[in-house]
């Protein structure tokens, strides 16, 4: 999958949580105007970097007007040779801003661990660079989910639709190579639905989520992860309180 692939992003990314009768009802009306991707349906693995304070996913969860993440991920469980890509996510005034390097995964690793120098080095390694040196991140929690992926046609070459299912998240073995297992993120059998699109929705898409009752929601897979998992494991001067995901 880390073949021909785009390295930047940049686009606006709506959240939904639906039901199993909603995604149902949303897949058959989106079959219309869209196809599945050329991946189909794949395994997402997420490994996230923070501070040992989980500095910036508190950050994040206050909503600020800016907020970055950095993450290695992979489609898939990869061997050390495999490629992955070390993801720097930026969002500004609901705008969603990625930047991705393609590595060799012990590469990747030996890199986020300050141990070698990325070649050749471009303009997004060193957007990394400057992450790494300003908040000194360690691997964290391993996060990884179910995806199914649709793509638009036409016109709408640009418009994604995805649903995962799934998500699962750990604190030990944080390494890609360990395998895709984790407990589950939430309770319950809700789909995780994202349209991510350059710009305004076609008139189609957003008569469906009416008809459907499917509403926009704020939901961050690590961010949920910290407050419901994470944070109780920390010491109480390290925390903040946080009532809502960004």
């Known amino acids: 999958m880390a073949q021909n692939v785009q390295c930047c992003f940049q686009r606006y990314e709506k959240k939904y949580l639906l039901t199993p009768a909603q995604y149902q009802r949303i897949r058959g009306g989106l079959a219309a ?102 908040y000194r991140p360690q691997p964290q929690v391993y996060i990884a989910y179910d995806r199914e992926a649709m793509a638009g046609v036409a016109a709408e070459r640009e418009l994604r639709v995805t649903f995962d299912t799934n998500l699962r998240w750990r604190d030990t073995e944080l390494d890609l190579q360990a395998g895709d297992y984790g407990a589950p993120i939430l309770a319950g059998d809700n789909i995780l639905m994202e349209i991510k699109i350059p710009g305004a929705a076609p008139v189609w898409l957003s008569h469906l989520l009416s008809e459907n009752g499917v509403f926009a929601t704020s939901f961050s897979k690590y961010g949920t992860c910290y407050r419901e998992h994470l944070m109780s494991r920390i010491p109480q001067n390290m925390r903040k309180a946080v009532k809502s995901c960004a």
């Open 33 to 134: 105007h869209m196809e599945e991707d050329s991946y189909g349906r794949y395994t997402i693995c997420n490994i996230y970097y923070d501070t040992p304070d989980f500095q910036l996913i508190r950050a994040s969860l206050e909503k600020p007007v800016y907020k970055e993440k950095l993450r290695l991920r992979s489609y898939g469980v990869p061997g050390k040779q495999d490629q992955v890509f070390v993801e720097l996510k930026k969002k500004y005034k609901g705008v969603v801003y990625k930047r991705r390097a393609v590595m060799e995964t012990q590469q990747a690793i030996d890199y986020l661990d300050g141990c070698l120098w990325p070649q050749p080095e471009g303009q997004i390694c060193r957007e990394i660079d400057w992450f790494l040196e300003l």
